[in-house]
Each structure stands twice: as structure tokens, then as C-alpha cells.
T-cell receptor, first 112, second 109 residues
Framework: DAEITQSPRHKITETGRQVTLACHQT?????MFWYRQDLGHGLRLIHY???????NKGEVSDGYSVSRSNTEDLPLTLESAASSQTSVYFC???????????FGPGTRLTVT | GQQVMQIPQYQHVQEGEDFTTYCNSS?????IQWYKQRPGGHPVFLIQ?????EVKKQKRLTFQFGEAKKNSSLHITATQTTDVGTYFC?????????FGSGTKLNVKP
């Protein structure tokens, strides 16, 4: 069965370190998204991609970057982790640009 | 800019009671989606509404999109403990996807 996976599921890192969160989907979807979820803010879009070599900034992109070298993967990099980036991160993919999104299980990131 | 408010923030009901959550926008929405997130889980797509005045049903769940496409609602008839979770509306605006703040539903058995 097609699926979307994220790794690691939990990560603790120190302030200033570079961190990369992985997202892999086997739906063969062109569109992939990264969100963060914080209490009181719901889900907020960080970056998204409509296909290989395409990346776009979302609502809260500062301090994050993504790259899309193939259809299946959209890794999210925190250039220099900050305590404000402690959050749960969800990756999602969709077939149509405005269609339903399929979410991964999430990564809980703690920056100390 | 566009503002979308989702209410209520929390709802506690007795099993068997009905539940409704609303999303109200200050501007017209092209479409709206609804997601459910169980405690500790990830959002799961429920429905997408596109047409003015659209009503869709999924068993005990009824989704509506207002005539002016500025508001939407999700109604659950006779809640069950399996309905526990947070319900989010979501929408596209200027090539970015946004989620409402969510309504957290708790159902007492």
C-alpha cells in the first residue's frame, strides 16, 4: 500500500545545530508540503513543492529550507535550530494541487 | 487580509448529543476542506466542498458550504466516543494552504 513516512519520529537537538527531517511518500504525488503544529496555532505551512526542483515558501518559512530532487522525498532542513522551532512537524502529499492531502505520522522536535 | 475564524475552540458533549463546528471567513473562499485529527495522531482528510450552497453527508457527518462561500460547517449527529479529536477546516488562498485553529471535541460516554 502507498504511504507517507517521516523520520525520525522524535528528535532532541541543541540550539544552533543543523537538523534535517525526512519525508518519503510512495503515492507518486507531485505535491508535497511541510507543516508545523503548535498549541494555539493549529497547522502552519512551512514550505511546499509542486514537483521535482520546485520549492515554494509557506506562511512560516524563515529558518527552514527544502529541496526536491526526486518525486518521493522532500527533506526539511533547519539551518540553525532555535528553541522557537520546538514543535511537531507534519509532512503531507497530494495528487492535485488543491486536492486532499495525505499526512505522515509527524516528527516531534525538541530544541534545547 | 483574509481572516478565517473557527468556532468553538472546545466542545464537550455527552455521547449521543449533536456537535457542530463552524468556519467563518471575511472573504470568499474558492473551496474548503475538513480534516480530523485524533489525539496523538495526524490530520486525516474528511471532505472537500467547492460549490456555493453545497451539502455533503458521510454517515453521521454533514458538511455545508455557505451560499456566499464565506462560511462552512461540520455537523455530527449523535456523537460517539470514536468522534473524539480535533476538527480543522482548511483552505487555499493565493497559492498557500491554511488551516483553521481547530475545534477540539470531547465526548463523554
Amino acid at each position: 500500500d502507498a504511504e507517507i513516512t517521516q523520520s525520525p519520529r522524535h528528535k532532541i537537538t541543541e540550539t544552533g545545530r543543523q537538523v534535517t527531517l525526512a519525508c518519503h511518500q510512495t503515492w507518486n504525488h507531485n505535491n508535497m508540503f511541510w507543516y508545523r503544529q503548535d498549541l494555539g496555532h493549529g497547522l502552519r505551512l512551512i514550505h511546499y513543492s509542486y514537483g521535482v526542483q520546485d520549492t515554494n515558501k509557506g506562511e512560516v518559512s524563515d529558518g527552514y529550507s527544502v529541496s526536491r530532487s526526486n518525486t518521493e522525498d522532500l527533506p526539511l532542513t533547519l539551518e540553525s535550530a532555535a528553541s522557537s522551532q520546538t514543535s511537531v512537524y507534519f509532512c503531507a502529499s497530494s495528487d492535485g494541487r488543491v486536492g486532499e492531502q495525505y499526512f505522515g505520522p509527524g516528527t516531534r522536535l525538541t530544541v534545547t | 487580509g483574509q481572516q478565517v475564524m473557527q468556532i468553538p475552540q472546545y466542545q464537550h458533549v455527552q455521547e449521543g448529543e449533536d456537535f457542530t463546528t463552524y468556519c467563518n471567513s471575511s472573504t470568499t473562499l474558492s473551496n474548503i476542506q475538513w480534516y480530523k485529527q485524533r489525539p496523538g495522531g495526524h490530520p486525516v482528510f474528511l471532505i472537500q466542498l467547492v460549490k456555493s450552497g453545497e451539502v455533503k453527508k458521510q454517515k453521521r457527518l454533514t458538511f455545508q458550504f455557505g451560499e456566499a462561500k464565506k462560511n462552512s460547517s461540520l455537523h455530527i449527529t449523535a456523537t460517539q466516543t470514536t468522534d473524539v479529536g480535533t476538527y480543522f477546516c482548511a483552505w487555499w488562498n493565493f497559492n498557500k494552504f491554511y488551516f483553521g485553529s481547530g475545534t477540539k471535541l470531547n465526548v463523554k460516554p
